[in-house]
Structure formats: C-alpha cells, structure tokens
C-alpha cells in the first residue's frame, strides 16, 4: 500500500469510496454524512487545495482522506472538555476507506502521514473529531494514540455534535 496526494484521475474513485461510506454508515444506523457530503466536488477541491490524499494497493484507490494545517474553524469552541494545548495542529478530516479493505491499515497510513506532515512543518499537535455514533472511526483515532477531549459542533442541524481528539507528537 501507498499513501501520496490525490491527482485527478483519482477523482471518480474517491468519490465511490465516499458513497461506499455514506452506505456502510446508514446501514449502522451513524447519521454521518447522510446529507449528501462528501462528494466528487470535494474531492476536486481538495486536490486543488493540495490537501487531498489517497492510499493505492496495486494502482487502485483504497482509501480517501484531507489532511491539512488550516485551522479548523469548528475546533475554536470545545465544550464538556478542553483541548491538550491550544498550539498549531494538524487536522484530518473526510477519511474513508473502500469497504472490501477494512480492518487493512489503510486509517492507519493517514494519521501517519498527517503526523509526518506536522513534522515536516513544525507542528507538534494533530486533531480530529467524529460522528458520535461513528464508532469504527472512533477505535481508529483512539488507536492511532489521539485522546478525547470533548465535543465540537459542526453548523448544520444535520452534523451536530462531534467527539473532537487530539494527539501530541512526541519527539
């Protein structure tokens, strides 16, 4: 498996991966992104930003997510807990993998790349957050070595409440 940017010819099958998502996620009963997002546009967005990241196994996508430095604007406001430290962090946001890859790695590769970036750029600190009925992806960030540190909002009355994580890179 590798990890690297999202080019455009990538485009139709990240945009699969995230209907896969959408999917597996109202067949478990998560309301996450049941509302039509993340789709096709995203994904040429965050190739355009130069954030957008895939995993391939043998030439094929496996796996889509968005890794950036920007701060999170819905991070600015933590309740029912507090942030590690307030310094620059990392962020990934919009992870999903293909259904017939599962249990594969493939989370893995992207909170190792986003700690790798945060290195390469000086940060110490990575964020994420997810859909509190989104379990899968919670057992991923928790075992990656994130921390909950208490919910965030998302401004949609479909998205809500999120479990927002943090991570200190040790040196």
Known sequence: MEIRKT?????????????????YMKARGVRQWQWGYPVRETVLSDIEDGKGYVVTDSGRVIGVCYITEAP???????????WLN????????????????????????????????ARRIGYRSLRVDTHPDNL???????????????????PSEENGPRIAYQKIIED
């Not at 999170?72 to 507090?82: D, S």
């Not at 899968?136 to 998302?154: P, W």
């Open 7 to 23: 080019r455009p010819e990538d485009v139709d099958a990240a945009a699969a991966i995230y209907d896969q998502a959408r999917a």
């Open 72 to 82: 999170e604007p819905t991070y600015e406001v933590i309740e029912n807990g507090e």
């Open 86 to 117: 307030d310094d620059p962090y990392v962020s990934v946001h919009r992870t999903a993998v293909a259904n017939d890859c599962k249990g594969k790695g493939v989370g893995n590769l992207f909170f190792e790349e986003a700690e790798r970036y």
């Open 136 to 154: 899968s992806m919670q057992r991923l960030i928790e075992k990656n070595g994130f921390t909950a540190c208490g919910t965030i909002y998302i």
